[in-house]
């Protein structure tokens, strides 16, 4: 174990031949993403990463589609409905720099299945609520489940080749959130109303309730939780077995094998968290995930609301948001490799900038819309330019510091909370319009940030280049034996 304490590494790794193209440069990462395939370890990483997140995904926002029923049954106030949903997002802030370094350290696998299996309690509790403290606590925990989009984004960083790792970081990302929209319809649109349907005819209901439609309602959102909780909970307890955390194989198999050096989760938050870049990609991306966890919030409420909708079509309207990640963050990873290609990290850059952009206008175009049709077609371009964003951003992620990607993208991910707490507080006080206007002016800010990335050994917009070059994910920090293990 020596020579692991000191960061040497030995040729050691699980399998010996592999279903994809590799570069051994780049600790046997794929150069190439074949999504039919479900072969170990790289494909099957993937799949893993995306479903995990979904679920994740799904069952953080499951309570957004029912919460005008909710609101009414418990007689909550609107500030009381988005102080839950703020505590929803504001738990994953925590978790998400926790997550960073514990993946550095543990690996991606066991820490998925861990916060999956946390987050699923508290779901299938959605229905205990009774008061506006209820709501807040439970939403709160649930959104724990939320900081799972670290591993996923750490899986997909530690199985491709940075020629690649944008567009698999943005597909993994994007079918991630699109648990967001999908959660909004088949919890709002479908089992809503299933649930309604089977409780109809039930009169085993609350003497102070005369409306058999109500009764038949408050009891569908106070179970249809349970479902949810239960996919995820099988999902979790599946990918311990069924994936890897590497190339090579898992964390713990690869320290042991001498193929892994030891990695302090200390000094991996220290270093990624000193470096500048990660803090301007924290804004940034706290004006796009941040904007897309605050829609998948305010979005159902925002169409019942101003447009008069029920709860079951405003649930469908509002899925579309998320639906977009179907391909819109995709494109964005995309777009990001392929500037690359062209201009190097300048390619990026500008990639950021320009999505950022058209993000904030269309924030702000939707802001004063008024007619239902229109409203939905700027909603379908705003989700795109705000989804796009996101895999823009993490495709410039796993450059800033490879040996401590897990951090950068812990960190990075916060910012995406962050912005929902921000922007959710601005909803929660203002009017829908004026709420919008401050968000959409903040996203063209940070659109303006993007020149001031420098990355060592990479091409900038606007300033000098840094001399020297980040170190390869392979070449993690030397550490002491005792701080390994913090």
Known sequence: MADIDSGKESGWKKYDEYFVEVDPDQDDKSKEIKLLSFKRPHMRAFHCAWWCFFIAFFIWFSAAPLLSEIKADLGLTKQEVWNSSIAGVASTIVMRFINGPMCDKYGPRIMMATILLIACVPTALTGVVNSATDLLIVRMFIGIGGSSFVMCQYWTSRMFTKEVVGTANALAGGWGNLG??????????ALFPLFKAIYSDDDDCDESIDDDLRCASEKSWRTVCIIPAVVTALSALSIIRNSDDAPKGNFHEMKVNGAMPAISAASSFRDGAYNLNTWILFIQYGCCFGVELTMNNAA??????????????????????????LFARGIGGYLSDKTSAKMGMKGRLITQSVLLLFEGIMVLVFATTTNLGVAIFVLVLFSTFVQAAEGSSYGIVPYVNPPVTGSI??????????????FGMCFRELDYKEAFAIMGFFILGSSLLSPLIRIPGQSTLLLPELKGSAPEVIQA??????????
């Open 477 to 486: 920090p030397d550490v002491e034996a005792a701080e390994a293990d913090a």
């Open 300 to 325: 159902a409420l925002y169409f019942k609301e101003e447009f008069g909708q029920s709860t079951e079509s405003a649930a469908a309207i509002a899925s579309i948001f998320g639906w977009m990640n």
């Open 180 to 189: 967001g929209g999908v959660t909004q319809l088949v919890v709002g649109s």
């Open 409 to 422: 993208a812990g960190i990075v991910g916060a910012g995406g909370n962050s912005g929902a707490v921000a």
